[in-house]
């Protein structure tokens, strides 16, 4: 059985590199012979030729989109509990405030907890109720299918844009596999940086191989722009500053789409470096206690949403994209490589 299963591990492998490499949809305007040259080197994309600069930069010194792949079996047998959005949520849900979900539809049918939503007419009359619901798949990531719907002074508004209470219910109607879960309101410091979408903190846990404890390792501040409302992804395209793990300061911006430096806003001009996380350290120490309740995942990629009062887990996932994090510079060579390198993700 585990060779059968190491069969399906690289055949999966196979097909992502083909599917999520060679035929990935590119941001930069990169020549054909390089983006080859970049697709066969070490499993690069394109973008990552140009975002890393690799005309002028060792890519020795980077890790690839395909170590980031490999890199998704290190909480293996257990990644399952983080790949799932539902089950991720009801397991964390026990140690810390997370969104919560009214409802599931899986497989063409909508299910919820004490069965008080089973239907379309029943998710209009909640969200009358809670006026704000998002709706996002529950085996996705990078912001896809994430939708924002609201109620407000009698209309109905999918994101930005007004809309029939008949466009939420064909919406819901043509896509399966989804969650609709409440909407957290963020702390007012995110407010003031932009304020129409819900902006999340990044921040990795793992457990350290020289040590064997828990810690922080890396946490950037994700921040929606108006080309990306209602996501923060920065694949969509949004801000991305680093936080001083130490200060909880904030850098200034970048983006995965090109190689523009923000230190205020483009859309409000409102300053986004030298802003301070407020109860940073408050919140390291949350998210480590908590990762040590999941003791038995090396590797957590948390998607915090900072409020008024505290905090809220959106998502924990089991694997971050190194884009994020190599924007300030290439990690095969630093610790997060090192820690791909023990646990045997690459070799060199």
């Known amino acids: 059985m585990s060779f059968i299963k190491a069969i399906i591990k690289k055949l999966k492998l196979f097909v992502l590199y083909f599917v999520r490499i060679v035929f990935a949809k590119n941001h930069f305007k990169v020549p054909f012979y390089k983006k080859v040259k970049a697709n066969l080197m070490g499993g690069y994309l394109a973008d990552q030729y140009a975002l890393y600069d ?9 890790l690839s989109e395909f170590d980031w792949y490999k890199s998704r079996y290190i909480n293996e047998p257990f990644d399952f509990m983080l790949n799932n959005k539902v089950v991720c ?17 899986n497989k063409k049918h909508i299910t919820s907890e004490d069965d008080q939503i089973t239907n379309y007419e029943d998710i209009i009359n909640l969200l009358k109720r809670e ?15 994430v939708y924002l719907f609201k109620y407000e002074g009698g209309k109905f508004y999918i994101g930005v844009d007004e809309c029939s209470e008949r466009d939420i219910i064909e919406l819901l109607k043509k896509r399966d596999n989804w969650m609709l879960t409440e909407y957290i309101h963020q702390h007012q410091y995110l407010n003031d940086i932009f304020d129409k979408t819900a902006n999340t903190i990044r921040l990795i846990t793992l457990r350290d191989p020289k040590t064997q404890k828990i810690k922080v390792f890396f946490a950037v501040q994700r921040i929606g722009t108006s080309k990306t409302v209602p996501v923060d992804n920065g694949s969509e395209g949004a801000l991305i500053s680093k936080i001083d793990i130490e200060t909880g300061e904030l850098s200034e911006a970048k983006t995965l789409h090109n190689h523009n430096v923000y230190e205020i806003h483009p859309d409000t001009n409102a300053p986004i470096k030298g802003v301070v996380v407020p109860n940073w350290e408050r919140i390291k120490k949350e998210i480590v206690d908590l990762a040590n309740k999941v003791s038995f995942m090396n590797f957590v990629a948390w998607d915090i949403l900072v409020t008024d009062d505290s905090m809220c887990i959106i998502e924990a996932n ?7 994090i190599q924007l300030w510079g290439g990690q095969r060579h630093g610790e997060l490589g090192d820690f791909y390198r023990y646990h045997k993700v690459i070799k060199k």
Do not use: C, W
């Open 54 to 62: 690799f005309d002028h930069n060792d890519r020795h010194e980077y």
């Open 89 to 105: 949520s009801l397991v964390m849900g026990q140690y810390v405030r997370v969104a919560k979900t009214f409802a599931v539809k």
């Open 131 to 145: 006026k704000m619901l998002i709706i996002k798949p529950f085996g996705k990531g990078k912001g896809i299918g």
């Open 318 to 324: 089991t694997s971050s994209g190194v884009n994020i």
